[in-house]
Structures are given as structure tokens and as C-alpha cells.
């Protein structure tokens, strides 16, 4: 966490303002435009990085289960709590063992901001998502994708091929993106038939499968 430093501004004389040090980086928040380094804005978006206790146990217990064997998890956090900087650490320590991940969202906003998280901390990563195209990228170990899409760029695909998994050499018809954990943000929303066959089939792949949500009901037949 920053450092607070009661100190006088050279923009305003007449009072005492607070000063921060974000990251060796020494912030004003006066509002003048002769010291301040960083916008409000940009203050912000700092602090927004500096994960605080919860998150750190939260990735940390995420880790340890997984390292001591877990295969389905749910990770619970109230609104509000950071769940996306607790995402971007799991993302940043499975591609950092060599492994790949796929992040199911039904949400815009929040693929949006995941992108720009993963992209801000250097992890190189695609999206196979409606809306997206422009982030296709296959090669990236970290694909942001939607179940809807999957559904209908692949499922529906299957079935009108009239093979629903394989064909008859047992090759796999249109794979969905190879994953060593696969994250379900919002999980709570993701538990219905499509969300079910989508994770059943990484579990069969030996994928660790992690769900996050504060609100975990009616998930149990997914998540132990």
C-alpha cells in the first residue's frame, strides 16, 4: 500500500494537502497543475493494482488447493471486491508454470477489461468472443471466450456435422481451446446445459476448472 506523507504543495500555498508515493511514483492530490504527477484517474487505476488482503488469500488458498490436488473450485467474493485483479493473478501464475487458460465471460465489459489487465501485465492473450474478432489470436496461452459463442461456433457446428464429439476415426470435431484451468467469472450465470457440456468435456481433458462468484447457488453439480 502507498505511503502517506503530509507535505505542502508548491500549487497551494494555504494549506497542508496529502501527498502519496504509489510505486515510487509521488502523487499530489491538490489538483494543481504544477505538482500533480498523476491524474485522479490515473491515481486510481495505481491503487486499483495493489491487491489487499482478501485477494491475496483468496489467490493464495486458489493455488494451494489446486498444487494439492482440486480439480473443480468456486471461489466466493462479495461485489465489489476486487474479483478481476484475483483473476488476472491465477491467470498470471498458471501461464507462468507453462499452462493455458481459458476465461469464460458473459459480460462485455468485464472481457474488456480483463484484455486490457492481461495486456497491461505482459501475458500475452486472444479472445474468441462475439464482438472481439479483432483480438482472435490462437497462439496465446490465455483466451478470453464466451459459452455463448462456443455454443454456436462449435456445438451447433457438431451437431450439424452429425457428430456430436468425434468423427468415426475418434478425432475430435471442432476442439474448443486447449486449457490447463479454465475460469468461469459471474459462475452463478454459467451453470446451465451449454456451460455443463463445455466444462464436463475439459474435465475429461484434465483441466482444473475454477468458478468465481458471490453469489455460488445452484453450482454444486460443477463446482465442489
Not at 104 to 124: D, F, M, P, V
Request: glycine letters at 8%; one cysteine or more; proline letters at 3%.
Amino acid at each position: 500500500m502507498g505511503q502517506w506523507l503530509g507535505s505542502s504543495c508548491s500549487g497551494n500555498k494555504k494549506k497542508q494537502v496529502d501527498w502519496c508515493v504509489v510505486q515510487d511514483v509521488l502523487v499530489c492530490c491538490a489538483g494543481c497543475n504544477d505538482c500533480q504527477v498523476l491524474s485522479c484517474r490515473e491515481y486510481a487505476h495505481a491503487m486499483s493494482l495493489i491487491a489487499k488482503p482478501h485477494q491475496v488469500r483468496g489467490v493464495a488458498e486458489v493455488i494451494q488447493r489446486f498444487n494439492a490436488g482440486a480439480n473443480r473450485l468456486c471461489l466466493t467474493s462479495s461485489t465489489g471486491t476486487g474479483k478481476t485483479l484475483m483473476i488476472t493473478d491465477i491467470i498470471k501464475w498458471m501461464v507462468s508454470q507453462g499452462g493455458k487458460v481459458v476465461l469464460y465471460s458473459n459480460r462485455i465489459l468485464l472481457t474488456e477489461q480483463i484484455l486490457g489487465q492481461l495486456k497491461e501485465a505482459g501475458i500475452h492473450c486472444g479472445c474468441q468472443a462475439a464482438q472481439f474478432d479483432e483480438h482472435i489470436d490462437h497462439s496465446a496461452p490465455v483466451q478470453l471466450c464466451s459459452m455463448q459463442t462456443d455454443n454456436a461456433r462449435i456445438i451447433k457446428r457438431r451437431r450439424k456435422s452429425g457428430f456430436e464429439d468425434t468423427d468415426p476415426f475418434g478425432r475430435m470435431m471442432i476442439p474448443f481451446p486447449d486449457a490447463n484451468l479454465v475460469i468461469c467469472d459471474e459462475s452463478h450465470l454459467l451453470k446451465a446445459e451449454t456451460a455443463t457440456r463445455i466444462l464436463t468435456e475439459y474435465l475429461q481433458k484434465c483441466a482444473k476448472i475454477l468458478g468465481i462468484t458471490a453469489t455460488p447457488l445452484g453450482i454444486s453439480h460443477l463446482y465442489d
